[in-house]
């Protein structure tokens, strides 16, 4: 995969620790596969705009910050 899949994953990584959620509690809250959380977070596959949608929503963030490059302010 590419450097945006990268990116993403690093992301829903950092924000679901940052936020104490298992990818379990993710995938349940944001009502995807608990699998499809994993191949996010390790860039094996590219999130839907969708689905971006449904993890910024559960993790409390716009879906622009999980293309962020940057690390957001703690």
């Not at 499809?36 to 999130?47: D, H, L, P, Q």
Request: charged share 20%; glycine share 12%; hydrophobic share 45%.
């Amino acid at each position: 995969m590419g450097p945006w899949e990268k990116i993403v994953g690093a992301n829903v990584r950092r924000l679901r620790t940052e936020r104490g959620l298992t990818q379990e509690q993710l995938a349940f809250e944001a009502g995807i596969a608990m699998r499809y959380i994993g191949m996010i977070e390790r860039a094996e596959t590219s999130a839907t705009v969708g689905m971006l949608g449904k993890l910024a929503a559960v993790l409390g963030v716009e879906p622009g910050a999980l293309l962020s490059a940057t690390e957001s302010p703690a």
